[in-house]
């Protein structure tokens, strides 16, 4: 019953606040219905499209949790931290090694000049 109460109170406060708008809407729905149906139609469109984002929002944050959570076991996640036996390799020792790049061409040509190998020589 309150809730009944506090819609009635803010139906109130609105026309209080916004006589003209209030009389426009009156008018538009005594002289044009059609107009004022199509305009109520159209509010309420507005209404529970706004009401809807927060729902689907809460549905998809729900779902993308149990995907993560069905990630985490598939990977041996225990819940107080990972369980290396499940994740253990049975091939251990095991040696795999993978390119990760094709090798730099060399930037300077070969007849660029000569290397000297020199050393350095500490003077008194």
């Not at 109520?40 to 959570?69: D, H, W």
Request: overall charge neutral; glycine content about 8%.
């Amino acid at each position: 019953m309150n809730w009944l109460l506090a819609i009635i109170d803010s139906l109130v406060e609105f026309v209080r606040r916004n006589p003209l708008t209030c009389m426009l809407l009156v008018m538009i729905a005594v002289f044009a219905p059609s107009a004022f149906g199509a305009v109520l139609v159209g509010v309420a469109i507005v209404v529970l499209l706004l009401l809807a984002i927060p729902i689907i929002g809460i549905f998809k944050l729900r779902r993308i949790s149990r995907k993560m959570e069905e990630q985490a076991r598939e990977q041996g996640f225990n819940g107080q931290g990972f369980n290396h036996q499940k994740t253990r390799r049975s091939d251990e020792g095991e040696v795999k090694v993978y390119a990760t790049e094709d090798a730099v061409e060399k930037r300077v040509s070969d007849n660029v000049g000569e290397y000297v190998d020199f050393e350095e020589v500490k003077g008194k």
